[in-house]
């Protein structure tokens, strides 16, 4: 079936709306990141630079480091930037842009975020790293896609949907899943946790400012949530819709998270920069070796 104009956008080049890329552009490991400037954070350590791309808040640096093909992109803060740049990728590889066809031979792409969060236990100290085994989506992007789901994200969706429904009974929870032969390769790097994926900083993360809060026991009851032996650890705002899509679509992904903050002890860390860069400098030794 054909992909209709206003449904899959390419701009006067050919490339992909949103962020202008062109298939041979991008590599097939992919890092993915929020802020544009860790883009360079984590290039300056390439060897070659390939390819530059700056649309918006998507940033695209292709390069080779320790010999191999890697990009490194920028989606900016939320899943709904998830939802455009995973569906782009995911077309650059899997659809013929000129015939607008889905290819007979589907491309399965590896992404690891390297991002930021804060926890949510007592006992995950600021400057240490969460890996997300699973996720749980309070951002509802999910809720627009068919998918298989698995046992573990049905029973923390379920969690989730049992203490939310006290205050906050309008958000349908989901489940999402890393890729557990990535989880096998790099579980080295960080603590295994539960992620919860937020849908704003404020508010949706249980905190207050000037606006009243809904939940009073936000924290508490979501880290309450495990499965196996897997804790709720920490809160941010992409890793649910980046295991969702890339799961739906085909494609493998982890997401490792600097811990810079830690919610119970109202502690922040003093040296974020110093945290983030030494977990892009594990990861980029132990992919390497991979």
Not at 152 to 169: F, G, N, T, V, Y
Request: aromatic share 8%; charged share 20%; proline share 2%.
């Amino acid at each position: 079936m054909r992909i209709p104009e206003s449904e899959l956008i390419l701009n006067a080049d050919g490339s992909v709306y949103h962020l202008n890329l062109l298939p041979h552009q991008i590599a097939k490991h992919i890092i993915t990141v929020g802020d544009p400037d860790r883009v360079d954070s984590i290039t300056r350590h390439f060897e070659q630079i390939e390819h530059t791309v700056h649309k918006r808040e998507f940033k695209t640096v292709t390069g080779i480091y320790a010999g191999k093909r890697l990009t490194v992109i920028s989606t900016g803060i939320g899943t709904d930037n998830i939802d455009i740049v995973f569906n782009e990728l995911d077309a650059l590889v899997n659809i013929d842009l000129n015939t607008r066809q889905i290819k007979a031979e589907l491309t399965s792409l590896c992404f690891y975020r390297i991002g930021t969060s804060g926890a949510i236990r007592a006992d995950i100290e600021v400057d240490t790293t969460v890996i997300s085994k699973y996720a749980i989506g309070l951002d509802g992007l999910m809720n627009y896609y068919r998918r298989d789901t698995s046992e573990a994200e049905q029973s923390i969706a379920q969690q989730a949907k049992s203490i939310l429904e006290k205050d906050l009974p309008e958000v349908r929870p989901y489940g999402a899943s890393a890729s557990m032969a990535l989880i096998e390769q790099y579980n080295t790097l960080g603590k295994l946790g539960i992620t919860t994926t937020a849908t704003g900083f404020y508010g949706p993360q249980g905190r207050s400012l000037r606006l009243q809060n809904n939940s009073y026991d936000f924290l508490d009851e979501i880290a309450s949530i495990s499965y196996n032996n897997t804790h709720a650890t920490n809160l941010e705002m992409e890793t649910a819709g980046i295991y969702g899509l890339a799961s739906a679509l085909g494609h493998q992904a982890i997401s490792f998270n600097a811990i810079l903050a830690n919610r119970v002890k109202g502690e922040f860390s003093t040296q974020p920069t110093k945290t983030v860069e030494s977990l892009i400098l594990r990861f980029l030794e132990l992919w390497s070796k991979c």
